[in-house]
């Protein structure tokens, strides 16, 4: 697996990916409990978002009904968190990954950044993991509604992954062993801030297609810009 250090400009840095998000198959056993079922309806949406991920918009359904529409909505929602949390999520099956990072960074200073990053989203995501859980508990009162409780699987729908991105960052600190690799299209992303516009978007398009990284525009578009 590889993991790219991107620079954002000044001291800013965030960890980019392109591995697809391939959920372990949970099995009958451990399934059982809340928590078990929540992440078999987890992995189930996980492998459903990252089919749609990668099907093209006119080889996707032509039926236009509400419910269509909506479970569109829905697993473009879904497939919108993958992308935000597909690096954590790879790295908890992972222990040794190479790291990717400017050629005008020493292996020493990117490690700094690297746990720097690591600390930072594994202590966001145990602060969300708490507000989720309080507020999935106080939504579970509308299942005397009729209806799916939508409410509910959204707030437990982010529990769950929280608690994965939490387990891929644990795993990052702690256990994998990184290698470093200098790679010299990084370092021309940290001019990418003095360009506007369609320059700018072109720019990331040229260095996205040296690294042969596809998505890599729009990790800009979500995170940098």
């Not at 960890?15 to 056993?29: F, G, I, K, Q, R």
């Not at 309806?41 to 236009?64: K, P």
């Amino acid at each position: 697996m590889d993991v790219y250090v991107i620079p954002l400009g000044g001291e800013r840095y965030e960890l980019y990916c392109e591995h697809s998000v391939d959920p372990e198959p949970v099995v009958e056993h451990e399934s059982s409990g809340l928590f078990g079922r929540l992440r078999h309806r987890f992995a189930t949406l996980l492998r459903d978002a990252e089919a749609r991920r990668h099907q093209s918009r006119d080889a996707r359904s032509v039926d236009r009904s509400w419910m269509t529409r909506a479970q569109e909505r829905m697993m473009a929602w879904v497939a919108e968190r993958i992308a935000e949390q597909r690096l954590l999520w790879n790295l908890r099956h992972e222990n040794e990954v190479t790291l990717a990072h400017p050629a005008d960074m020493t292996f020493a200073d990117v490690r700094v950044v690297l746990d720097r990053v690591l600390k930072r989203d594994y202590d966001r995501h145990f602060r969300w993991l708490v507000i989720d859980s309080i507020l999935a508990a106080g939504s579970a009162a509308l299942a005397v509604l009729p209806g799916p409780n939508f409410v509910f699987y959204y707030f437990a729908f982010r529990l769950v992954g929280h608690w994965l991105s939490m387990q891929g960052a644990r795993q990052g600190l702690r256990r994998i062993a990184w290698v470093g690799r200098t790679c010299a299209p990084l370092a021309e992303l940290r001019n990418v801030g003095t360009l506007q516009g369609a320059a700018r978007t072109q720019f990331i398009k040229e260095v996205s297609a040296r690294l042969q990284l596809q998505h890599l525009t729009t990790f800009f578009d979500r995170v940098a810009i």
